[in-house]
């Protein structure tokens, strides 16, 4: 059975930083490639950041590209996201999620085929 399981989300005030992990099981790890996405109340979920399985190429939304670190350690199968200069606009549910290979790096929810819960991220400002 595949599990991704988010943690590290909470309150920080605005200009503060998270970061957040994301353990996996039952999937070859390195197989996929692995992205974050988040959703705000009302809003749809949206792409923030996404790493090749060997983690030598990211992808990132505009709106995290320079504040927002995505990255892996095949060995611990597991995916971070380190999150500095917190905005309140930033406040949202995170989720990891896995896609095989085809297509390479996608910012599309339909294109990744297994999901975390997610963990809440809370900025304050």
């Known amino acids: 059975q595949v599990q991704l399981v988010e943690s590290g989300g909470g309150l920080v005030q605005a200009g503060g930083s998270l970061k957040l992990s994301c353990a996996t099981s039952g999937l070859t790890f390195s197989s996929y490639h692995m992205g974050w996405f988040r959703q705000a109340p009302g809003k749809e979920r949206e792409f923030a950041a996404a790493i090749t399985l060997g983690g030598g190429r990211t992808s990132y939304a505009d709106s995290v590209k320079g504040r927002f670190n995505i990255s892996r350690d095949n060995a611990k199968n597991t995916l971070y996201l380190q999150m500095n200069s917190l905005k309140p606009e930033d406040t949202a549910v995170y989720y990891c999620?896995?896609?095989?290979?085809?297509?390479?790096?996608?910012?599309?929810?339909?294109?990744?085929?297994?999901w975390g819960q997610g963990t809440q991220v809370t900025v304050s400002s």
């Open positions: 999620a896995a896609k095989s290979l085809l297509g390479g790096l996608q910012t599309d929810t339909g294109a990744y085929r297994y």
